[in-house]
């Protein structure tokens, strides 16, 4: 997916889907890595809703449990992976 697609997705509310921000460009891929953390931050729940799972600490079985629940009380979740 490009970055226009993305810009569009963010503009028309519909950021369903799976992200890899990759590069050298860190301002950019912080900017719109907060853009959808802002979109699901704004859910009722959003303790249930962003999920934050380090790749070197955490457990895959602990991933494919976050992958697999549905939202809570919002239309979708961020799961945030890291190292």
Known sequence: MSL????????ENNI?????FCGPEEYTKDHYADMLRKKVDSSPLPEFNHVFFNASSGNI???????DAV???????L???TD
């Open 71 to 77: 939202p809570y009380m919002w239309d979708s979740k």
């Open 61 to 67: 079985t602990e991933l494919a449990d976050s992958v």
């Open 16 to 20: 369903s889907g799976v992200y890899l």
């Open 4 to 11: 226009e697609v993305l810009k569009k997705r963010l503009k």
């Open 79 to 81: 799961i945030e992976i």
